[in-house]
């Protein structure tokens, strides 16, 4: 369980989100300057709110009252930005393990999960490539991998489609809704794409102006039908 309650740009608010939804996915809309992209960095640790509390999974990550505060590193949340953030030095398999070895995980450790996140993301056979020779969709799929690699509690996407080209769009935005039923992890995916709503999940946070417009739960566009 992912909760917070934040005061800074984000004013005044409490929100909840839990793997326990259908594939896990909270998105977050918005316009610009609404503070969506503020929210995933108070909760990563990359940025310390005013005033406020972030729990994960019973945890407190977060309590400006009581002075406590997890650095980023020590928080097992994974998150992929929206240019993905690889080091274009490293080959695929590298950056997959680079969250692990900062962790200083054993190699056994870095190998074997390395190893089972890039078969999730069906990227084994590109272990050894550089990701400058990649197209925007492995990128994608590595980012994700890498976020995944540590095995988070929660995962935070900032717009992780808007690199691609609608037609890669589309695809890997089907493959990750799959992804994101069978792994169960608790998500928050930013996005000011209205399709990524109806693809991935059916709970959604809007936000304007730095507080909550909205907070609901719908039904997908098949269920609506169905």
């Given amino acids: 369980m992912l909760t917070f309650a934040l005061r800074a740009v984000l004013r005044d608010f409490t929100f909840e989100a839990a793997a326990e939804i259908p594939n896990g996915v909270t998105v977050v809309l918005g316009p610009s300057g609404a503070g969506k992209s503020t929210l995933l960095r108070f909760i990563a640790g990359l940025q310390a709110p005013d005033a ?5 999974a019973g945890r407190t990550l977060c309590d400006t009252a009581a002075h406590v505060w997890v650095p980023p590193q020590d928080r097992n949340i994974g998150v992929v930005f929206q240019e993905y953030a690889l080091f274009p030095h490293l080959t695929v398999g590298a950056n997959v393990a680079y969250g692990l ?11 074997a999960k390395t190893e089972r ?3 999730i993301l069906e990227i084994a056979h590109l272990a050894n490539h550089r990701v400058t020779a990649l197209s925007g969709g492995q990128r994608q799929r590595v980012a994700l991998a ?3 690699a540590i095995e988070p509690a929660a995962l935070l996407l900032d717009e ?6 609608p037609a890669t769009r589309e695809r890997v935005r089907d493959e990750l809704a799959a992804l994101f039923s069978d792994i169960r992890v608790p998500a928050l995916l930013v996005t000011h794409d209205d399709a990524d709503r109806a693809a991935f999940g059916e709970r959604s946070l809007h936000l304007a102006r730095g507080t909550v417009a909205a907070n609901e739960r719908y039904a997908s566009p098949e269920k609506e039908t169905a």
């Fill in 52 to 56: 406020g509390r972030i729990t994960l």
């Fill in 146 to 148: 890498r976020a995944l």
């Fill in 160 to 165: 992780p489609l808007s690199a691609l080209d």
């Fill in 117 to 119: 996140a890039l078969a």
């Fill in 101 to 111: 070895r900062a962790r200083r995980r054993s190699a056994a450790d870095t190998a």
